[in-house]
DNA sequence: TTGACACATTCCCATATAGGAATATGATCG
DNA sequence: CGATCATATTCCTATATGGGAATGTGTCAA
């Protein structure tokens, strides 16, 4: 089998930096598929491909103004991934809580029974 | 072009449901190769061929006991992702804002002057 | 050394791209 | 209706899978 479509969840969706790029863009409000285009320097239909794939996981939502298609951020999608990965936060955390529990000690021992040589 | 490599980045590594799992597994500390394989149900090649990936972006580290290989979990290189989907927090707490603004609102208007008809 | 065990890699296949070019569809205007 | 602008889709190609099967590699014990 090959790899899972990008169309299946929000994860496969943002593994490609132009349609994280869009979703930035995105977040200063609606944009035209021409504009996006534009501003990333990708052509039309390279736009419009990756609009869909957002549009498929429902990262996005467009509504028509005339010619063109206006497409607005929907990042709920994208809630789930974050708190996902919120489950690791600890471990990057960690080496800084780590230090914190040594100085901690550090402190209880000095402060404890015998207080011969401070440092060293 | 095809698809950028799984092996490109962290956002690609974890866009695989069963890489996912491997990463969670290994939140409980060290696992060999046979382990992982036998927790996920996969076969032993392919669970290898999982954690090369996640090797080769960051995300996990190797380290030989005797014939197994014990692999751990290196999940800094989500910490930059996590904080990628940060940026878009707001966008899923908004409702929930605008909700309680419209609410500040609603007791601010209560309280003012002409108190009349305060409910409807 | 030989055998056994734990992993890693290679080979092969079906599938899914991302990108460029060309074309189709939709909406608006005269 | 016909022309035009804005998008969407299709066709094509090169590439990168993920999975199964087979095989290579490394380590340890007898």
Redesign the pocket.
């Known amino acids: 089998?090959?790899?899972?479509?990008?169309?299946?969840d929000a994860f496969?969706a943002i593994?490609?930096p132009?349609?994280r790029e869009i979703l930035v863009l995105l977040r200063s409000g609606e944009l035209?598929?021409?504009?996006l285009?534009h501003d990333l320097g990708?052509?039309?239909?390279?736009?419009?491909?990756?609009?869909?794939?957002l549009r498929e996981v429902g990262l996005v939502q467009?509504r028509?103004?005339?010619?063109?298609?206006?497409?607005d951020l929907d990042a709920g999608g994208l809630r789930p991934v974050h708190e996902w990965l919120g489950g690791f936060e600890q471990f990057w955390t960690e080496s800084f809580d780590r230090l914190d529990d040594y100085v901690q000690v550090l402190k209880q021992t000095r402060g404890e029974g015998l207080s011969n040589d401070d440092d060293r």
């Open positions: 089998m090959a790899r899972a479509a990008t169309t299946s496969n593994a490609e132009q349609r035209a598929v021409s504009e285009a990708m052509s039309q239909p390279q736009a419009s491909k990756h609009l869909r794939v467009v028509g103004s005339g010619k063109q298609r206006l497409y």
